[in-house]
């Protein structure tokens, strides 16, 4: 085996697949990368066994080959070589030298046997789905804030894909909210899985700004991602999803019109004196144009601010004001729709002109 | 068969490095064997390449040796629900639309608010009042009144602290009395009703009408008769009423809150009188009492609650049923919205469920603080040797309160009051144990003192 490239371009492709290829003490093959050589293609794979990341690196003149190398003594060597500089990988016996000008180290490394193989999806039988890595990367990191990380309920740690009257929509819920974004609104074929949220993560990690467009690809036990020259895998999560299209509430008798970025400061001052309540604000609409937040701190004292919007019908609804920034978040345009019915219903938000995105947060026992 | 797929383990683990058949054999099993093909089930999809091409041999050798007939192996993902559709989920549902326990919470709050112009609310049975230690005199009297309305014990005046279900009880009476003699007049009135409709009818110079009214009912049941503080007109002509249907023999129920010796300026005749018939109270239900409470009401409700949920509620709630049932469907509401059972969320700590009743942080010198208040009398004086009647119950109260609400053992105690034998200790609580049975003052007493150490 035989390779020249680039350090960037070496050291870009290390960093993003040893990301994963850490603290495997009981199967020590999976802290390596396994570099492949095969037509002049380089392919760099790391894999936990939960996921896998492919990174490939286009050559000229290289010798095929494959070993396995540890990937984060690799990717930190490669990475400490001056930008610019002419790497070349050689193989032999199981130990592969990388020279770079005056630098020069040599590996011990492990047969390409003991790594283990990768599942791979049978396209035919797969469903499809291609869009523009912005929309997927906004779509999932709007919904990604609700996820759950708590593991005996593995389902609600991922996000939710799933196609309903021909729109493939992505979901996140944790019990106490729920974030839904439309992603492509004209589907083909019909799919319903969780990816798990950790995997979904490192999709997002190895998003640079060359590349354009995304494809995801599922069959009944795996997912991939293929974007640029990075290629992601991983299992699905087990379990069902709940029915979340049932939580949305349809009919809320109120209805308000605020501005985020107003809203975003008064929830982080209403925040302040809401820490030793865990973040309890109390939100009311007052007619005919008052909107205000309050907490109180017995200790520390009070807050009381409000927002100038038409009100229509009053209502006065507790929320965890992190579960509220998280939503304004997550949201993007100047104004949004602050929706509810009464002090039990759930808060429904929304951006004001688009109308992909919908995150609900449940009332706090008031 | 998962007994054949432990043999067959047993072998492969034989000839394999530890670590590689701790990752790539764990959660493996056999789903299924039919027609020569055996299906092993693996974690997730990066399992079973390796499995299939590199362990193959091994795993059909490790079968054939566990004497198990096969043509091939196949491997699969094990999964509850494969396939890429949504069934149902607790948490789900749940959150929009109205769950079976908040169902019946509502329609009971509903019910609550209808009555039949008596005063009567239907929804109070005996059948629902569950009986306990702290209730079952005042019970057996309530089932006496209703065989014989009007000539087992009257008055019957019933008195204990607010939402121990005095309410409750008193309108059980007044429906089974209704229900086993249709053609009775009954009227239940909480005495402000009662005098805001007299002062109503002094107005309208109606008075003739509004005695009337009373004294023709078969059974007056009078509530929270403790509000009559300084109403001197409406406590006259109570006087009357209560007199008239007396001497008919006409059943009189009254509740309150303390005897009425303790209520302020209640005449000295008419509290005589409300108690002829005895005085009979309601005390705070034990532990057991609370728990069976919640059960009945869980059961009634149709909620599903665990039994260590339960005693979760019964030992934090120290007031009284109401903050108990109150306290109890806020946890079943909260449990229905975030898909947990009662338990769950209990253990999350993520309940937003407050204690009213739960002791803030108590030490045994506000014990002994409140205590020495309550009797007029200083700490010091409480600690010290004094062998004055009062100081000495006191004292007693003080070590009965340390007991049972700070579990401190009898010489920690004894140091605590000023130095005493363990053995005066052991005395001093077997006594207010023994007369708190006997002594009504006493036991209010003791629970005003709770009241301040845990309000």
């Known amino acids: 085996m035989e390779i020249e490239v680039t350090q960037e371009k070496l050291s870009k492709a290390l960093n993003n697949v040893s990301r994963i290829a850490v603290g495997k003490v009981t199967l020590p093959i999976l802290n390596n990368v396994l570099i492949r050589v095969l037509n002049n293609k380089v392919s760099l794979v790391t894999t936990n066994l939960d996921m896998a990341i492919i990174d490939y690196l286009p050559v000229s003149d290289a010798k095929d080959g494959v070993i396995t190398v540890p990937a984060k003594l690799l990717a930190e060597f490669v990475s400490n070589l001056p930008r610019g500089e002419k790497i070349n990988i050689t193989e032999k016996n199981n130990k592969v030298t990388i020279t770079a000008g005056k630098y020069k180290s040599t590996i011990n490394g492990s047969p390409a046997d003991d790594f283990p193989e990768l599942p791979e999806i049978e396209e035919k039988k797969a469903v499809i789905y291609k869009m523009s890595i912005d929309e997927f990367k906004n779509g999932i990191s709007e919904v990604m804030v609700a996820t759950s990380n708590d593991m005996t309920r593995p389902a609600l740690t991922g996000v939710y894909f799933n196609t309903e009257d021909k729109t493939l929509a992505v979901a996140a819920t944790d019990g106490y909210r729920l974030a839904e974004k439309i992603l492509v609104k004209n589907a083909e074929s019909e799919v319903g899985v969780i990816v798990p949220a950790s995997s979904l993560q490192e999709v997002l990690r190895s998003i640079n700004d060359e590349m354009d467009e995304i494809e995801i690809a599922f069959n009944e036990d795996l997912v991939r991602f293929r974007m640029g020259e990075v290629e992601i895998m991983s299992k699905l999560i087990d379990g069902s999803f709940p029915e979340y299209r049932r939580l949305i509430p349809k009919d809320n008798t109120i209805k308000l019109t605020l501005s985020r970025e107003e809203l975003i400061r008064v929830t982080k001052l209403a925040a302040l004196f809401a820490k030793s309540v865990n973040g309890a604000i109390v939100c009311e609409a007052k007619k005919p144009n008052h909107f205000s937040i309050k907490s109180v701190a017995s200790e520390l004292g009070e807050n009381d601010s409000s927002i100038e919007t038409e009100v229509e019908n009053e209502g006065k609804v507790n929320l965890n004001s992190r579960f509220l920034s998280d939503a304004l978040n997550a949201l993007e345009e100047k104004d949004i729709i602050f929706e509810f019915s009464n002090s039990i219903s759930p808060v429904v938000l929304k951006n004001k002109k688009s109308n992909t995105y919908t995150h609900i947060i449940m009332p706090l026992n008031s | ?455």
Request: aromatic share 10%; with cysteine; charged share 25%.
């Open chain 2, 1 to 455: 068969m998962y007994n054949v797929w432990d043999d067959a383990l047993a072998k492969i683990q034989q000839k394999m490095n530890p670590s590689l058949f701790g990752t790539w054999f764990k959660d493996t099993s056999i789903i299924s064997n039919e027609n020569g093909i055996i299906t092993i089930g693996v974690k997730n999809t990066f399992f079973i390449k390796q499995l299939k091409n590199k362990y193959y041999d091994i795993i059909s050798d490790a079968l054939k040796k566990s004497n198990v007939d096969f043509k091939q192996i196949e491997f699969e993902v094990k999964s509850t629900n494969k396939s890429k559709v949504q069934p149902r989920e607790v948490t789900g549902e749940t959150i929009v639309s109205t769950p079976k326990g908040t169902e019946a919470i509502i329609e009971t709050i509903k019910k609550n608010y209808s009555s039949q112009g008596n005063g009567l609310n239907a929804k109070f049975t005996l059948d629902n009042f569950v009986v306990g230690s702290y209730n079952d005199l005042a019970v057996g009297v309530a089932k006496n009144i209703i065989k014989n309305p009007g000539k087992s014990i009257n008055p019957f005046f019933l008195y204990g602290g607010p939402g121990l279900g005095k309410t409750h009880l008193i309108q059980a009476i007044g429906n089974e009395i209704l229900r086993q003699n249709p053609s009775f007049k009954v009227k239940y009135v909480p005495i402000n009703h009662f005098y805001s409709d007299l002062i109503d009818s002094i107005k309208k110079n109606r008075g003739k009408d509004f005695y009337d009214k009373y004294t023709k009912l078969d059974c007056l049941i009078i509530d929270d008769f403790q509000l009559i503080v300084n109403k001197n007109a409406s406590q006259e002509e109570f006087f009357n009423i209560f007199n008239d249907l007396f001497l008919a023999g006409k059943q009189i129920i009254v509740t309150s809150d303390r005897l009425p010796s303790q209520i302020k300026s209640v005449d000295e005749r008419l509290a005589s009188r409300l108690t002829w018939g005895g005085a009979y109270d309601i005390q705070l239900p034990s532990f057991e009492d609370k728990c069976a409470i919640l059960r009945a009401k869980a059961d009634f409700s149709g909620a599903e609650i665990e039994d260590e949920a339960i005693e979760y509620i019964a030992e934090n709630v120290k007031t009284n049923i109401r903050d108990l049932e109150s306290e109890f469907s806020k946890l079943l509401v909260m449990s229905e919205i975030r898909g947990l059972s009662p338990l769950e969320l209990i253990n999350s700590g993520s309940t937003t469920i407050n204690h009213p009743g739960k002791p803030k942080q108590t030490t045994s010198k506000q014990i002994i603080e409140k205590v020495a208040k309550e009797f007029n009398i200083t700490s010091k004086d409480l600690c010290g040797q004094s062998r004055v009647s009062n100081i000495k119950t006191a004292r007693q109260v003080a070590m009965y309160l340390l007991r049972h609400e700070l579990s401190c053992s009898y010489p920690v105690i004894g140091k605590e009051v000023g130095g005493k034998d363990h053995s005066t200790v052991m005395h001093g609580i077997e006594k207010i144990e023994k007369d708190i049975k006997l002594d009504f003052n006493l036991r209010e007493q003791i629970e005003s003192i709770k009241e301040k150490i845990y309000g």
